[in-house]
């Protein structure tokens, strides 16, 4: 079945150490993007992909980087950078004017 | 599980009976709508969309209103079932320079009570 997976589930990094998430899609759609979300709080945007080799941030950039090297994958970076790291993210992904596709998320505890 | 949200709106409802979730939209130039219902530890999953050239659509046990003139969004489930207890966030979109824009509200917290 075609879908969205993201690994690992749980991750866990001690502060000052950067670490990287996966998100990879077998459903053949150009765009990608990464959300984050917090407690009591939607989702905000972090980065996000329309095409490969091309990327924009989102609402809150800040500490994080992307790369969209293939079309089926678009990994994330959190950086030491990131005053507050530690949330739950989402990647997801679209074609065209449709619905977001979503994983089933990362959940970072950063200590 | 995950927690989605500690603060949310929370709406309880007997099970059996119908359930209205609200959300309000920001942007006028929004054309298409979205409602996702959000299970702990899961990512969100696609209920029902609504394109701006209607007022009402129709799935199995869900309805979505939307109501342009006020920027308001409904989502109503039929005869509201223990499984449908989870967090509902309605989601916004409109082109931009950069492609399509997704804004998502903060979510509602359903509750069924047995």
């Known amino acids: 079945d075609g879908g969205i997976t993201q690994s690992p589930k749980y991750l866990f990094r001690k502060e000052g150490q950067n670490v990287t998430l996966s998100c990879e899609q077998n459903?053949?759609?150009?765009?990608m993007y990464w959300y984050r979300q917090d407690p009591g709080q939607g989702l905000r945007l972090i980065y996000y992909s329309q095409i490969v080799n091309d990327f924009q941030k989102g609402d809150i950039a800040e500490g994080y980087s992307v790369s969209r090297e293939k079309k089926e994958s678009f990994p994330l970076t959190v950086t030491s950078a990131q005053k507050n790291p530690t949330a739950f993210y989402l990647c997801?992904?679209?074609?065209?004017?449709?619905?977001?596709?979503f994983g089933n998320g990362t959940r970072l505890t950063v200590t | 599980g995950e927690s989605v949200g500690l603060h949310l709106p929370t709406l309880s409802v007997q099970e059996g009976d119908n359930s209205i979730i609200n959300c309000a939209y920001s942007?006028?130039?929004?054309?298409?709508f979205i409602w996702y219902k959000q299970e702990s530890g899961k990512g969100p999953q696609f209920i029902i969309d609504i394109r701006s050239n209607m007022d009402k659509r129709q799935g199995q046990r869900v309805t979505v209103l939307l109501n342009k003139t006020v920027k308001h969004l409904s989502l109503q489930i039929a005869a509201t079932q223990p499984g449908d207890s989870a967090v509902y966030f309605c989601?916004?979109?409109?082109?931009?320079?950069?492609?399509?824009?997704?804004?998502f509200g903060p979510g509602t917290r359903l509750s069924v009570l047995p």
């Open positions: 989601a916004e979109n409109y082109l931009h320079n950069y492609g399509q824009n997704f804004v």
């Open positions: 997801a992904s679209s074609m065209g004017n449709s619905p977001l596709h």
């Open positions: 942007n006028s130039a929004s054309d298409y």
């Open positions: 459903l053949n759609h150009d765009a």
